[in-house]
């Protein structure tokens, strides 16, 4: 059974760093994509970030290039979402999901539809 935990939420004031985690189990890390997504109230759930367990490929979306980072360790089954320079719109709960690697993961990495495994999700709160 796919089972995904994040952890790594919290307040921080704007322009401040939180680093996410989401440990992972009951598949191959490799043969798996990992995204992180958000949802702020009132809003539909976005991608924010994906990586590829078979080869390391890294996709953001515009809102967040340049200021976060995913990485992740597959000795460890986990991926993380370094988050600096945090602005108060990126407020949401934050949420890992896992998809096995799929063809046309560059494009449709953010496309909710494409994952089947989700977590329970982190609030991230960002004071103005």
């Known amino acids: 059974e796919v089972q995904l935990v994040e952890s790594g939420g919290g307040l921080v004031q704007a322009g401040g760093s939180l680093r996410l985690s989401c440990a992972a189990s009951g598949f191959t890390f490799d043969d798996y994509a990992i995204g992180w997504f958000r949802q702020a109230p009132g809003k539909e759930r976005e991608g924010v970030s994906c990586?590829?367990?078979?080869?390391?490929?890294?996709y953001y979306a515009d809102s967040v290039k340049g200021r976060f980072t995913i990485s992740s360790d597959n000795a460890k089954n986990t991926v993380y979402l370094q988050m600096n320079s945090l602005k108060p719109e990126g407020t949401a709960v934050y949420c890992c999901a896992a998809a096995p690697e799929f063809w046309g993961l560059s494009v449709g990495w953010a496309t909710t539809t494409n994952f089947g495994s989700w977590g329970q999700g982190t609030q991230v709160t960002v004071s103005s």
């Open positions: 990586i590829s367990g078979h080869d390391g490929m890294t």
